[in-house]
């Protein structure tokens, strides 16, 4: 028996999708199809870039919204919701409602501040996709992808004392920018997160299909802004937390395993809670 409203499952990857082994992505593309035609609409969330996710979403074999560069814009594939997305523009095949500032101006920020303090930096927009991969452990493909970014900048001070990041953060905080620490790069880009694309897309789904159910799934260490935006918040964890991350194909199996419940409880109401599934 299906849901009384439709469900929407969102998911922040970053924390999940961790450099899984090279049959990672077909095993979790084989196990979303498990549900045939039950598959809702899966929206993934992450600090990657546009093309980053877009090479997620083909392994997996879906086409959903997205939200990426940590929330500085929401991309909707055009035609998807049958009218058209307010304050959105048409960019390559989506209707993207965009949160942050274009890359050029987080660029030309970030290094007019840091020449002013006389702090050296480097970022992705003056290294080679080649000095990408190498510095980052990428294949060349992940790197070129990782590259075409369009709202936020990642880079790394050279001088790695915690004073000489503080000012520079305090700097770029003053010109309107949020800054975030990494573990190797630091990123840099438009006040905005994750909740705010999460928040219209909600809206959206609500006026397509006048109700829906809205799942959200992050592991421990993830921001609780998408989850506190949710119907049902689901904290995926892993057996060896050594791992830093949750195995793709356990995730996709958590996925099928709360619609297939979801399936069987049928119910025109749904309380707000929270579990932890394996």
């Not at 039950?38 to 090479?55: D, F, G, H, K, Q």
């Not at 560069?69 to 095949?93: I, K, M, Q, T, W």
């Not at 409880?265 to 749904?270: A, G, I, Q, T, V």
């Amino acid at each position: 028996m299906k849901p009384s409203l439709r469900l929407v499952v969102f998911s922040d990857i970053d924390g999940v999708l961790l450099e899984p082994r090279g049959s990672a992505f077909a095993e979790a593309a084989k196990a979303l199809k498990r549900l045939g035609g039950e598959v809702p609409p899966l929206v993934l969330c992450s600090s990657r870039t546009r093309a980053e996710i877009e090479a997620i979403q083909q392994q997996l074999g879906i086409s959903h919204p997205f939200v990426c560069e940590s929330g500085a814009a929401a991309f909707v594939p055009a035609g998807y919701f049958g009218f058209d997305v307010p304050n959105a523009r048409d960019l390559a095949g989506y209707q993207a409602v965009e949160f942050g500032w274009p890359y050029a101006e987080v660029v030309q920020t970030l290094h007019r501040t840091a020449e002013r303090l006389r702090i050296e930096i480097v970022g992705f927009s003056a290294m080679s996709m080649e000095e990408v991969a190498r510095d980052c452990h990428l294949p060349l493909l992940q790197a070129q992808l990782a590259k075409l970014r369009e709202y936020s900048e990642r880079f790394r001070i050279l001088d790695p004392t915690e004073t000489t990041r503080h000012h520079l953060f305090r700097a770029l905080k003053a010109a309107g920018l949020r800054c975030v620490t990494g573990e190797q790069y630091d990123h840099v880009g438009a006040p905005v997160d994750t909740s705010i694309g999460v928040n219209v897309l909600c809206s959206l789904y609500q006026r397509a299909y006048g109700g829906v159910l809205t799942v959200g799934l992050a592991d421990p260490m993830a921001d609780d802004k998408l989850l506190q935006l949710v119907n049902r918040r689901v904290i995926v964890c892993d057996d060896d937390p050594t791992k830093g991350g949750v195995d793709v194909v356990g995730w996709a199996e958590g996925i099928v395993d709360i619609v297939e419940e979801l399936s069987r409880k049928e119910s025109s109401r749904f309380p707000t809670m929270r579990e932890d599934h394996r």
